[in-house]
């Protein structure tokens, strides 16, 4: 999934490279050369970078994320501070029977995603996540 979506994002990003050129401006040939060589390396290198770094983990207490390209950000969403919890399939991961589940509490930082799971362990996780978070106390703010 992650590749598709990087080889149709490079794809767009050099159909519109080559419209600049038709209509506007008259770049040298090696300036596309390089546009080529940095997306194919984007396609190839990406997914496996994700497939690494990407790391998730629910216990009873709490949801922990570890996410990043350049940097690592690693995330721990407490149970008593889940506020929503929502299950999602884009387009290009219903193709693949995958989901999203984020996880969204009152952190300024933002929600977690939890993305590329199989669609029915992503609908397991959405329910077992909503029941823990429903039966240990707390504010959720």
């Known amino acids: 999934m992650w590749f598709l979506g990087a080889l149709i994002g490079g794809l ?6 080559l419209a600049v050129q038709l209509l506007w401006l008259d770049w040298p040939w090696w300036a596309y050369a390089l546009l080529v060589v940095v997306v194919a390396g984007y396609v190839v290198v990406m997914p496996q970078w994700r497939y690494r770094v990407h790391r998730w983990e629910v216990t009873d207490t709490a949801v922990y994320t570890q996410t990043g390209w350049w940097t690592r950000e690693r995330r721990i969403a407490p149970m008593s501070r889940i506020q929503t919890v929502d299950y999602s399939q884009g387009a ?49 703010t």
């Open 12 to 17: 767009v990003l050099l159909g519109a490279a």
């Open 92 to 140: 290009l991961s219903r193709i693949f029977g995958l989901a999203s589940v984020t996880v969204t509490t009152a952190s300024a930082a933002g929600a977690l995603e939890i993305a590329g799971l199989e669609a029915g362990r992503a609908q397991a996780l959405a329910e077992d996540l909503t029941h823990k978070a429903h039966v240990v106390p707390g504010d959720a």
